[in-house]
Protein backbone atom coordinates (compact mmCIF):
# COMPACT_ATOMS: atom_id res chain seq x y z
CA UNK A 1 0.00 0.00 0.00
CA UNK A 2 1.25 3.52 -1.15
CA UNK A 3 1.98 6.21 1.88
CA UNK A 4 -0.09 9.24 1.14
CA UNK A 5 3.06 10.99 2.57
CA UNK A 6 5.98 9.38 0.35
CA UNK A 7 7.85 12.21 -0.44
CA UNK A 8 8.69 10.61 -3.90
CA UNK A 9 4.50 11.33 -4.52
CA UNK A 10 4.97 15.07 -3.67
CA UNK A 11 5.62 17.43 -7.19
CA UNK A 12 9.11 18.83 -7.88
CA UNK A 13 8.51 22.74 -6.69
CA UNK A 14 11.25 25.63 -7.00
CA UNK A 15 10.92 25.10 -3.12
CA UNK A 16 11.59 21.79 -2.86
CA UNK A 17 14.49 20.65 -5.74
CA UNK A 18 17.94 21.96 -7.22
CA UNK A 19 18.83 20.72 -10.47
CA UNK A 20 22.39 19.43 -10.73
CA UNK A 21 23.95 19.17 -14.21
CA UNK A 22 27.50 17.35 -14.71
CA UNK A 23 30.35 17.94 -17.43
CA UNK A 24 28.15 19.79 -20.06
CA UNK A 25 31.63 20.33 -21.90
CA UNK A 26 32.63 20.77 -25.60
CA UNK A 27 34.89 17.68 -25.79
CA UNK A 28 32.35 15.70 -23.65
CA UNK A 29 29.56 16.07 -25.89
CA UNK A 30 32.02 15.33 -29.43
CA UNK A 31 31.66 11.45 -29.12
CA UNK A 32 28.10 11.57 -28.37
CA UNK A 33 26.82 8.70 -30.66
CA UNK A 34 23.01 7.28 -28.85
CA UNK A 35 20.71 10.54 -29.60
CA UNK A 36 21.33 13.91 -31.33
CA UNK A 37 24.06 15.91 -29.87
CA UNK A 38 21.96 19.51 -30.79
CA UNK A 39 18.58 17.80 -29.17
CA UNK A 40 20.67 16.85 -25.64
CA UNK A 41 22.62 19.58 -25.72
CA UNK A 42 19.50 21.99 -25.90
CA UNK A 43 17.42 20.41 -23.41
CA UNK A 44 20.47 20.58 -20.83
CA UNK A 45 20.27 24.54 -21.72
CA UNK A 46 16.42 24.91 -21.66
CA UNK A 47 16.38 23.35 -18.18
CA UNK A 48 18.73 25.67 -17.13
CA UNK A 49 17.19 28.24 -18.49
CA UNK A 50 13.65 27.03 -16.70
CA UNK A 51 15.39 26.72 -13.74
CA UNK A 52 16.97 30.22 -13.57
CA UNK A 53 13.33 31.69 -14.44
CA UNK A 54 11.92 29.67 -11.55
CA UNK A 55 14.76 30.32 -9.30
CA UNK A 56 15.37 26.77 -8.96
CA UNK A 57 18.86 26.63 -7.71
CA UNK A 58 21.45 24.91 -9.92
CA UNK A 59 24.75 23.62 -9.24
CA UNK A 60 27.09 23.12 -12.06
CA UNK A 61 30.10 20.57 -12.03
CA UNK A 62 32.76 19.97 -14.85
CA UNK A 63 35.72 17.70 -15.04
CA UNK A 64 38.95 18.70 -16.08
CA UNK A 65 38.13 21.67 -18.06
CA UNK A 66 41.84 22.16 -18.93
CA UNK A 67 41.23 19.41 -21.59
CA UNK A 68 37.59 19.06 -21.79
CA UNK A 69 36.62 23.03 -22.13
CA UNK A 70 34.51 24.56 -19.62
CA UNK A 71 30.60 24.08 -19.26
CA UNK A 72 28.76 25.73 -22.22
CA UNK A 73 27.99 29.40 -22.30
CA UNK A 74 24.77 29.13 -22.90
CA UNK A 75 24.41 27.31 -19.29
CA UNK A 76 27.06 29.54 -17.69
CA UNK A 77 25.59 32.64 -18.42
CA UNK A 78 22.72 32.13 -17.03
CA UNK A 79 24.16 31.99 -14.37
CA UNK A 80 27.31 34.77 -14.22
CA UNK A 81 27.77 35.25 -10.56
CA UNK A 82 27.81 31.36 -10.15
CA UNK A 83 31.01 28.95 -9.45
CA UNK A 84 31.67 25.92 -11.59
CA UNK A 85 33.03 23.35 -9.77
CA UNK A 86 36.20 22.02 -11.50
CA UNK A 87 36.61 18.34 -9.58
CA UNK A 88 39.09 18.59 -7.64
CA UNK A 89 39.36 14.92 -7.62
CA UNK A 90 38.71 13.70 -11.05
CA UNK A 91 36.33 11.07 -10.23
CA UNK A 92 33.31 10.28 -12.50
CA UNK A 93 31.14 10.69 -9.29
CA UNK A 94 30.20 14.33 -8.99
CA UNK A 95 29.81 14.32 -5.41
CA UNK A 96 32.91 12.66 -4.75
CA UNK A 97 34.05 16.53 -5.32
CA UNK A 98 33.53 17.69 -1.36
CA UNK A 99 33.03 21.20 -3.02
CA UNK A 100 30.24 20.19 -4.89
CA UNK A 101 28.10 17.43 -2.69
CA UNK A 102 28.18 20.98 -0.30
CA UNK A 103 26.68 22.86 -2.72
CA UNK A 104 23.97 20.27 -2.68
CA UNK A 105 23.86 20.30 0.54
CA UNK A 106 23.48 23.95 1.06
CA UNK A 107 19.99 24.22 -1.05
CA UNK A 108 18.92 22.20 1.92
CA UNK A 109 16.60 20.71 -1.12
CA UNK A 110 15.31 17.01 -0.87
CA UNK A 111 14.72 16.21 -4.53
CA UNK A 112 17.78 16.58 -7.19
CA UNK A 113 17.11 16.76 -10.63
CA UNK A 114 20.39 15.05 -11.92
CA UNK A 115 21.84 14.71 -15.68
CA UNK A 116 25.04 14.78 -17.46
CA UNK A 117 27.47 13.09 -20.03
CA UNK A 118 27.89 10.58 -20.14
CA UNK A 119 25.06 8.58 -18.62
CA UNK A 120 26.30 5.69 -18.18
CA UNK A 121 29.28 7.05 -16.10
CA UNK A 122 29.03 10.40 -14.22
CA UNK A 123 25.40 10.77 -14.49
CA UNK A 124 24.48 7.80 -13.39
CA UNK A 125 27.29 7.28 -10.50
CA UNK A 126 26.27 10.92 -9.18
CA UNK A 127 22.63 9.88 -9.08
CA UNK A 128 23.44 6.81 -7.47
CA UNK A 129 25.32 8.24 -4.70
CA UNK A 130 22.71 10.87 -4.13
CA UNK A 131 20.03 7.87 -3.67
CA UNK A 132 22.52 6.42 -1.15
CA UNK A 133 22.70 9.52 0.49
CA UNK A 134 18.59 9.55 1.03
CA UNK A 135 17.58 12.27 -1.11
CA UNK A 136 14.57 11.95 -3.89
CA UNK A 137 16.32 11.71 -7.24
CA UNK A 138 15.22 12.21 -11.09
CA UNK A 139 17.17 11.68 -13.74
CA UNK A 140 16.56 13.82 -16.60
CA UNK A 141 16.86 11.47 -19.35
CA UNK A 142 16.39 13.09 -22.85
CA UNK A 143 19.56 15.48 -21.43
CA UNK A 144 22.04 13.17 -21.36
CA UNK A 145 23.91 10.78 -23.81
CA UNK A 146 26.41 8.11 -24.21
CA UNK A 147 28.89 6.62 -26.39
CA UNK A 148 26.37 4.19 -28.06
CA UNK A 149 22.87 3.49 -27.69
CA UNK A 150 23.26 0.45 -26.13
CA UNK A 151 25.82 3.03 -23.13
CA UNK A 152 22.59 5.08 -22.49
CA UNK A 153 20.05 2.41 -22.58
CA UNK A 154 21.94 0.13 -19.47
CA UNK A 155 22.61 3.02 -17.71
CA UNK A 156 19.38 4.54 -17.46
CA UNK A 157 17.82 1.15 -17.02
CA UNK A 158 20.71 0.80 -13.42
CA UNK A 159 19.40 4.32 -12.67
CA UNK A 160 15.96 3.18 -12.54
CA UNK A 161 16.50 -0.01 -10.88
CA UNK A 162 18.26 1.89 -7.75
CA UNK A 163 15.41 4.01 -7.54
CA UNK A 164 16.28 6.97 -9.68
CA UNK A 165 12.81 8.51 -11.30
CA UNK A 166 12.97 9.20 -14.76
CA UNK A 167 11.70 12.66 -15.90
CA UNK A 168 11.92 14.44 -19.83
CA UNK A 169 12.44 18.20 -20.13
CA UNK A 170 8.66 18.68 -20.79
CA UNK A 171 7.71 17.36 -17.64
CA UNK A 172 9.82 18.88 -15.60
CA UNK A 173 9.02 22.18 -16.91
CA UNK A 174 5.50 21.62 -16.30
CA UNK A 175 5.34 20.41 -13.00
CA UNK A 176 7.89 23.29 -11.55
CA UNK A 177 5.25 25.54 -13.41
CA UNK A 178 2.74 23.20 -11.89
CA UNK A 179 -0.22 25.11 -13.90
CA UNK A 180 -1.04 28.12 -15.83
CA UNK A 181 -1.86 30.59 -13.59
CA UNK A 182 1.99 30.71 -12.91
CA UNK A 183 3.05 34.37 -13.38
CA UNK A 184 6.12 32.92 -15.38
CA UNK A 185 4.00 31.02 -17.41
CA UNK A 186 4.10 33.54 -20.69
CA UNK A 187 7.90 33.69 -20.23
CA UNK A 188 8.19 29.69 -19.91
CA UNK A 189 5.85 29.30 -22.89
CA UNK A 190 8.00 31.63 -24.91
CA UNK A 191 11.47 30.66 -23.82
CA UNK A 192 11.18 27.26 -22.78
CA UNK A 193 8.01 25.35 -24.71
CA UNK A 194 8.10 27.02 -27.92
CA UNK A 195 11.65 25.96 -28.26
CA UNK A 196 11.39 22.78 -27.44
CA UNK A 197 8.67 22.27 -30.58
CA UNK A 198 11.10 23.52 -32.30
CA UNK A 199 14.06 21.46 -31.23
CA UNK A 200 11.77 18.01 -31.86
CA UNK A 201 10.34 19.31 -34.71
CA UNK A 202 7.05 20.32 -33.56
CA UNK A 203 6.93 23.79 -35.20
Known amino acids: ?30 SIASGD ?10 AAKAASILN ?10 KSNGDVFPEIRELFPEQEVFARKVPSFDAFEDQRT ?13 ISGLWTSMCFTYTALHAVKEGYDVYG ?22 AGVIPITLESLVSE ?7 PKSG ?14 GLQ
Do not use: F
Request: no cysteine; net charge neutral.
Open 1 to 30: MIKSNDSELDLLTDMNSVLVLVDYQPTMIK
Open 37 to 46: KTVIKKAAVL
Open 56 to 65: VPVVLSSIKP
Open 101 to 113: YDAVKKTDKNKLV
Open 140 to 161: LIDAAGDSTIAAHNYGVKRMLQ
Open 176 to 182: WMHDWDN
Open 187 to 200: KLVEEIYSKYGAMI
